[in-house]
């Protein structure tokens, strides 16, 4: 009888960390979270295509808004040496252009907008409109190398 009972509460424990792990993966919103890395990527992201065009003014507002949002952590040449970048946890290098497979324009807009808590990186979705992400998204496409 007690084993019986270690078996049922041995699977039932198996369960309920099924279920956790389950949770740490899809959020409520029903977007993907890695929970290696804690961003939130919306299925399909990777598919997005931003519906500004990539011309000079989008690039030179989308270069405004880097130097007032972003440039304190990811440095001036987008390389993660900002004043106010995390040695311990350094910004992405943005001039790597190797990460452009990893990150192409709807993952680094959701990333952009959605920010994560550790690393640290503000979400700035309720500092500026989507189309400001998506010309941060233009510009930072210009820093890599």
Known sequence: MIG???TRMAWLAAVGLWLVAVANVVDVAGQVQDASDGWHIPDGAAAEQSP???NGAVIARGKGLYQSKCQRCHGPDGAGHGPEADREHPPADL???RRASRNPDGVMFYKIWNGRAKPRMPA???EVPAADAWAI???VKTLRK
């Open 4 to 6: 019986r009972h270690l």
């Open 52 to 54: 500004l065009p990539a």
């Open 95 to 97: 001039t790597d252009a």
């Open 124 to 126: 700035m979705k309720s």
């Open 137 to 139: 998204v233009h510009y």
